[in-house]
Antibody, heavy 117, light 111 residues
Framework: QLQLQESGPGLLRPSETLSLACAVS??????????WGWIRQPPGKGLEWIGS???????SFNPSLKSRVTISVDTSRNQFSLKMTSVSAADTALYYC?????????WGQGAMVTVSS | QSVLTQPPSVSGTPGQRVTISCTGS?????????VHWYQQIPGSAPKLLIY???NRPSGVPDRFSGSKSGTSASLAITGLQTEDEADYYC???????????FGGGTRLTVL
């Protein structure tokens, strides 16, 4: 059964760079036409799509975050990653990685990232 | 404010039927893009509930159903159960924004 697991620092200072990785187990990141995405959820708020990537294609991003976000795939490690520059308190959220084909059908448990001075 | 509009809350009693609407526009739902629905139990990751407008993943009870018409979509839950108490989100692609969108979410309370 496919599982996703986020990892990365939980506390950042304003202006630092957020880096998260999503390890894929129970299946290959190269299988099929799946895209692999990042979604975040600020405390007590709704879901926001950050961006997605196919292992062989170019990533796509939420226009509101595009200038600060990079998503990449490491097929040798069977994982994909998120980098977000110049974080602020507004970026404090639970960050999920998920698989997308027809809807995001497999989700990680989420990684809480807090931005505070 | 989300581009996909959902009511903030709905409620019902056990056994009742409730519906949750998701209103979009001509650049997303109205443009023919598929709608997906998620259930999020507090403290847990979202779970795909309905995909491509009305399809249920394996394991989702047939009490949950989806529909789509024009620029809107709806999620219906029949035979309401206490374990259905959760947040529900719709999702669709927006061709003008070139972006996946989520609705603002609807909190379902089972009284």
């Amino acid at each position: 059964q496919l599982q996703l697991q986020e990892s990365g620092p939980g506390l950042l200072r304003p202006s630092e760079t957020l880096s998260l990785a999503c390890a894929v187990s129970g299946g290959s990141i190269k299988s099929g036409t799946y895209e692999w995405g990042w979604i975040r959820q600020p405390p007590g708020k709704g879901l926001e799509w950050i961006g997605s990537i196919h292992y062989s294609g170019s990533p796509s991003f939420n226009p509101s975050l595009k200038s600060r976000v990079t998503i990449s795939v490491d097929t040798s490690r069977n994982q994909f990653s998120l980098k977000m520059t110049s974080v602020s308190a507004a970026d404090t959220a639970l960050y999920y990685c998920a698989r997308n084909l027809s809807g995001f059908d497999v989700w990680g448990q989420g990684a809480m990232v807090t931005v505070s001075s | 404010q989300s581009v996909l509009t959902q009511p903030p809350s709905v409620s019902g009693t056990p056994g009742q039927r409730v519906t949750i609407s998701c209103t979009g526009s001509s650049s997303n739902i109205g443009a023919g893009y598929n709608v997906h629905w998620y259930q999020q139990i507090p403290g847990s990751a979202p779970k795909l509930l309905i995909y491509i407008n009305y399809n249920r993943p394996s394991g989702v009870p047939d009490r949950f159903s989806g529909s789509k018409s024009g620029t809107s979509a709806s999620l219906a839950i029949t035979g309401l159960q206490t374990e259905d108490e959760a947040d529900y989100y719709c999702q669709a692609y927006d061709g003008s924004l070139s972006s996946w969108l989520f609705g603002g979410g609807t909190r379902l309370t089972v009284l």
